[in-house]
């Protein structure tokens, strides 16, 4: 079942009642989704945030008054965790922090299924904290904040995402504006080693990983790693 309301600017809402529902509509609209380009993107955003409905999402945040799009046009940690999460919470640690603020923070309350990690956490060394429900997702999915935008690593053995394996492991990295045209296999060794500090030329998705696996070593197998 589906329904449909017209806005203003010629944008159409579709509300369905199914999940199947929503993948024949998509299926069978596959090349007009083609013809957006990047303007599937910002219809992708208003079609997360009309299914968790705007006035949740405004609930959700530690400020209702901020908006989704940050500064320079980046995407607010809002928005992120929204599509990761299915709530706009506005941090990344796991459940709320009180004492802050004259309510309580809120993060992520739930073990997630795909994981998020970010350059700043290692940056700014303890000031802002990946939680373990993101560290450790159901599936060996992370997206990474690097570098001003989002890729993703993917491994294919699922008990990686625990975050607990002693032996080396493989990941797959893919950077859609990386304009890939090889794949970029790492093998992480989780057993502590002595690496560079953070302020030197290597590869910001080494940083990224050791605030999973701290002092990992890192194996780009031939492929030059990315600075």
């Avoid at 989002?150 to 053995?157: A, C, I």
């Avoid at 797959?172 to 790492?186: F, H, K, M, W």
Wanted: glycine share 8%.
């Amino acid at each position: 079942m589906c329904t449909s309301r017209s806005f203003e600017g010629g944008m159409i809402k579709y509300s369905f009642a199914e999940r199947t529902a929503v993948e024949d509509f998509l299926q069978s609209r596959l090349s007009a989704i083609k013809d957006q380009k990047g303007c599937f993107v910002v219809l992708l955003m208003y079609s997360t945030l009309f299914s968790r409905g705007l006035g949740e999402c405004r609930a959700d945040m530690d400020v209702a008054e901020n908006t989704m799009l940050a500064a320079h046009g980046y995407c607010s940690q809002e928005i992120v965790n929204l599509m990761l999460t299915g709530k706009a919470h506005s941090n990344l640690f796991d459940g709320e922090l009180e004492g802050v603020m004259d309510k309580p923070m809120k993060g992520i309350h739930r073990r997630c299924k795909v994981g998020y990690l970010t350059l700043i956490e290692a940056l700014n060394e303890g000031y802002l904290t990946v939680g373990d429900n993101y560290k450790r997702p159901e599936l060996p999915i992370y997206v990474i904040c690097s570098e001003s935008h989002y890729s993703v690593l993917f491994g294919l053995n699922r008990s990686v995402s625990n975050g607990n394996s002693s032996e080396p492991f493989d990941l797959l990295y893919y950077d859609e504006l990386g304009r890939q045209d090889e794949e970029i296999r790492l093998t992480v060794d989780p057993a502590p080693v002595e690496v560079p500090k953070i302020h030197d030329l290597t590869p910001p998705l080494e940083h990224c990983l050791r605030t999973l696996w701290p002092g990992a070593a890192v194996d780009w197998n031939g492929t030059d790693p990315l600075l």
